[in-house]
Every structure is written in C-alpha cells, then in structure tokens.
C-alpha cells in the first residue's frame, strides 16, 4: 500500500471509529506521529534537509528486515520542477539491496533556485555519515552490523558557475 493509499484508509477507519470511540485521533498524520516541523537548513544558495542513512536502516530494520549486514544502493540526480524554470531538487534515495521489496527512501533533499554550483557542501553529511557507518557499522539490538555500498547512480551536475 502506497503513502496516499495507506492515508485515505487510515482516514476511513477513524471515521469509523469515531461511533465506538468519542476521541480517536483526528488524522493519519496524528496517528503516525508525522512531524509538523522539519530540519530544513540552508546551504549552497539553496535550502537542505538531511533525513540520515542510519535512521533510515534502522526503521527497515523495526519492520523485519535483519540481516547481517546491510547493502545499499544509492541514485543522486537533479529534478526540474519545470521545464521553464532553473528550479531543481537534489534528492539523495537509496535502497536496501536486500529488501525484496525495493522501495527507496529519501536520505536528503536539496533546492535551489538556479543549477548547483557546487555540490560538495551538499554531499558533505551525507559522505561524513558514509564514512563513519562504514569504519564503525550499525548498532542493533546490541549487535555490530557492516554497513557497505553495492552502487550510486548518479548524473554528473551540470554547474553554471566555474568551481
């Protein structure tokens, strides 16, 4: 079940609810603990938000998903909000390569309003966490798991200014 799916029926079920219970929560977000405020920061003449690998993990892992440890696969590429416009995300996805169910999920996003620049202020979290999840692992339950990357599919960025 997709994100907009799961919504709508968590939605009908509290409907249904509400005849049994006189206060159930009034919204999915509610329910699920959505945050209503976001660590959204500047950077590179642009905005960033930085979700983490290792949280990430961490939630596949609450659903199941054990492994010895755990192979990623990654894809950085930029998107145009419109053709007309140099407005662009720079999200960071990537997928467990072991999880059959290949669903990616969002490590960091950027935007700006013209090309980037220079991607390395952006990268910088992300390659910092990258490192240390590779020399240190994840920490699960008490047990050490290997962290690696299998791949990163990315595009080389297509910079407007001289670096």
Same mark, same amino acid.
């Given at each position: 079940m997709?994100?907009?799916?799961?919504?709508?029926?968590?939605k009908d079920l509290l409907t249904i609810l509400k005849?049994?219970?006189?206060?159930?929560?009034?919204? #999915?977000?509610?329910?699920?603990?959505?945050?209503?405020?976001?660590?959204v920061v500047p950077c590179c003449d642009g905005w960033s938000i930085y979700y983490g690998l290792e949280e990430n993990i961490l939630q596949e892992a609450k659903s199941g998903l054990v492994l010895s440890?755990?192979?990623? #696969?990654?894809?950085?590429?930029g998107l145009p909000l419109h053709s007309s416009t140099t407005k662009?995300?720079?999200?960071?996805?990537?997928?467990?390569?072991?999880?059959?169910?290949?669903?990616p999920f969002v490590v960091a996003l950027f935007y700006r309003e013209r090309k980037l620049s220079n991607s390395n202020e952006y990268l910088?979290?992300?390659?910092?966490?990258?490192k240390r999840l590779q020399e240190k692992g994840?920490?699960?339950?008490?047990?050490?798991?290997m962290f690696h990357i299998s791949c990163i599919i990315?595009?080389?960025?297509?910079?407007?200014e001289e670096i």
């Open positions: 997709r994100g907009a799916e799961m919504h709508a029926a968590l005849v049994y219970h006189p206060n159930p929560p009034t919204g #999915s977000r509610a329910v699920m603990k959505t945050p209503r405020m976001v660590g440890e755990y192979l990623l #696969s990654l894809l950085i590429d662009t995300f720079w999200p960071i996805l990537a997928i467990l390569d072991q999880n059959s169910s290949k669903t910088k979290q992300f390659v910092d966490e990258c994840i920490v699960l339950n008490g047990n050490v798991y990315a595009d080389a960025p297509e910079f407007t």
